[in-house]
C-alpha cells in the first residue's frame, strides 16, 4: 500500500475513531483488574466494557451500581475515561504534543476538526488552550460548590466530600452522567444546591467549546471595554452560537413545562410545589445528553418517555461533551422543511442563507441516527421480548444520544443486548462528527451529470 492509500485510509475522522476504541479497549482492561473492584475480585469483562465504553462515550447507562461495585481506583479510571472522553483523544493527543514540542503540527488542525471542535481564531493552539481551561475552570467552580454542600449539609469527611464534588462536577460538565450513588441522584431531588449547579454544568458543557469561547470572548471585550471607558461595538453573534442558545432555551423551557404538566399527579405528586418544578426543570435538563436523573423513570407516563426520547434524539450543541443529532442539525433540518412549505428556494436561519450542502450533511447525520436506533432496537426486540416498547425505545435512544437515562433494566439485557448497546453508544460518540467531518473533507469531482428525472414525492 503506498503512501498516499495509507494516509487516506489512517485520516483524522479514522484515526479518532480508533482512539476512541483504544481508550474503551484500555479501560476494559484496567476495570476487569481485581484492584478496580470493590471486593478485590476480578470483574467480568462484559461489566467492564460496557463501563468503558458509557464512561468514554459520556452515556451513563451501567451494569454496576459505580458507586459500590467499584473500588476508588476504579472510580479514578471511569473518571478518567470520561474526561479523556470528554476533551477527545485527538485534542489530547494534540495538546501533548504541543507541550512535549512547543508547536503544533499542521494534521492537528484536521485532527480537532474531525473530532467535531471547529479551529477558533487563533489556530488551533488558541483551540486547544481554551477547550482546556473551560473545562477545567466551569468543573472546579462546580465541584467547590458541591465539596461546601456535602461537607457541611451532609456531615461527609472532607475527603469524601471533595472527592464526592470532583466526580459529579466532571461527570455533569462533560455530560456523562455517572454518579457515586445507586439512585443517581433521587437521594438528592429536594436539594438545589445540589441539582442546580450540576444542572448548570450539564447545560454548559453540552452547549459546544466553539459556543462558549465566543461567549467568553465577547465578556472578554465588554470588560476591556468598560474599563478603558470606551465602548465596544456590539458584534453580532455567529448562527451556530445563536441557534444553539435559543435551542436550547427553547428546549429546556418546553421540557420542564411538559414535564410538569403530565408529571404533575405522577412522579411530582409526593413533592412539594418548589420541589416538583425542582425537578421538573431538571428532568428538562437532563434528557439533553446528561444521564442524571432526580426521579425514577420506571415510573414516568408512557408520554413521559416519548417526550424525553425526542429531547435525547435532539442532544445538545455541536462540538462539544453533548451528543444526539444536535440542536444545530435540528434547526437546519426544521428551517429546509418550512423553506420547502413556503415554496422557497433557499433555506434561511436568523436571517443567513444555509448553505445546500449544509442541509444535505443534516438530513445524512439524522437520517444515519434514525438507521442506527432503528437497528439498535430490532436487535434487543428480539434479544429481550420481554421487555416492552417503551422500555426498550427509550433505552436505545439513550445510548445512541450518549444520554444514560435508563428505565432500570440496563443491568437485566442479554449480553447480545448490552453488545449493541455498547455499539450504539460507540457510534453515538463518535459517529456525528466523524461523520460530518468525512463529509466536510471529501471532494470529490465529477466530471459528468446524469440526466435530470424529477421522481414523485409523497
Known amino acids: 500500500m503506498n503512501d498516499t492509500a495509507s494516509s487516506r485510509w489512517l485520516g483524522p475522522a479514522q484515526l479518532t475513531a480508533l482512539g476512541f476504541l483504544a481508550l474503551i479497549l484500555t479501560g476494559t482492561v484496567l476495570l476487569t483488574m481485581p484492584f478496580s473492584s470493590a471486593d478485590g475480585t476480578a470483574t467480568a469483562p462484559m461489566s467492564a466494557l460496557f463501563t468503558a465504553t458509557s464512561a468514554t462515550t459520556l452515556t451513563g447507562l451501567v451494569t454496576e451500581d459505580t458507586g459500590s461495585h467499584w473500588s476508588l481506583a476504579g472510580q479514578v479510571i471511569v473518571l478518567a475515561l470520561i474526561q479523556v472522553g470528554g476533551l477527545g483523544i485527538m485534542s489530547i493527543t494534540s495538546l501533548t504534543g504541543m507541550l512535549l514540542t512547543g508547536r503544533v503540527k499542521l494534521r492537528s488542525r484536521y485532527s480537532t476538526a474531525a473530532e467535531g471542535r471547529p479551529i477558533l481564531e487563533g489556530g488551533v493552539r488558541r483551540t486547544l488552550v481554551a477547550t482546556l481551561l473551560l473545562t477545567f475552570f466551569f468543573e472546579a467552580v462546580v465541584a467547590a460548590i458541591l465539596f461546601i454542600r456535602f461537607a457541611t449539609t451532609y456531615d461527609m469527611p472532607l475527603p469524601r466530600a471533595a472527592w464526592e464534588g470532583v466526580f459529579h462536577a466532571i461527570s455533569a460538565f462533560n455530560n456523562a452522567g455517572f454518579g457515586l450513588r445507586s439512585d443517581s441522584l433521587i437521594s438528592y431531588n429536594t436539594d438545589g444546591w445540589i441539582l442546580i449547579p450540576l444542572a448548570g454544568a450539564l447545560m454548559i458543557g453540552g452547549l459546544g467549546y466553539p459556543v462558549l469561547s465566543e461567549l467568553v470572548r465577547r465578556a472578554r471585550e465588554r470588560v476591556r471595554g468598560w474599563l478603558r471607558g470606551t465602548p465596544v461595538s456590539a458584534r453580532r453573534l455567529s448562527i451556530t452560537t445563536r441557534m444553539t442558545l435559543k435551542g436550547t432555551a427553547f428546549l429546556v423551557v418546553s421540557a420542564t413545562l411538559i414535564i410538569a404538566v403530565l408529571e404533575w399527579r405522577g412522579f411530582l405528586a409526593e413533592m412539594s410545589t418548589g420541589t416538583k418544578w425542582l425537578n421538573a426543570f431538571f428532568s428538562g435538563v437532563t434528557p439533553r445528553t446528561a444521564g442524571f436523573n432526580s426521579i425514577d423513570y420506571a415510573d414516568a407516563h408512557p408520554i413521559t418517555l416519548m417526550v424525553t426520547d425526542i ?142 428525472e424529477r421522481p414523485f414525492i409523497g
Open 311 to 452: 429531547y435525547m434524539f435532539i442532544g445538545g450543541g455541536s462540538a462539544g461533551t453533548a451528543g444526539g443529532i444536535k440542536i444545530t442539525t435540528a434547526v437546519v433540518l426544521l428551517a429546509a422543511m418550512l423553506a420547502e412549505f413556503r415554496g422557497r428556494e433557499a433555506t434561511t436561519v436568523g436571517h443567513r442563507t444555509v448553505p445546500k450542502t449544509v442541509v444535505r450533511q443534516a438530513m445524512t447525520v439524522a437520517a444515519a441516527g434514525v438507521v442506527a436506533v432503528t437497528a439498535g432496537v430490532a436487535t434487543m426486540r428480539i434479544c429481550d421480548p420481554q421487555f416492552t416498547a417503551d422500555q426498550v425505545n427509550f433505552e436505545v435512544i439513550s445510548a445512541f444520544a450518549t444520554t444514560g437515562l435508563s428505565t432500570g433494566i440496563t443491568a437485566d439485557l442479554s449480553t447480545p443486548s448490552q453488545l449493541a448497546l455498547c455499539l450504539l453508544m460507540y457510534l453515538g460518540r463518535i459517529g456525528p462528527f466523524t461523520l460530518v467531518a468525512a463529509l466536510a473533507l471529501r471532494n470529490v469531482t465529477r466530471r459528468y451529470e446524469y440526466p435530470t
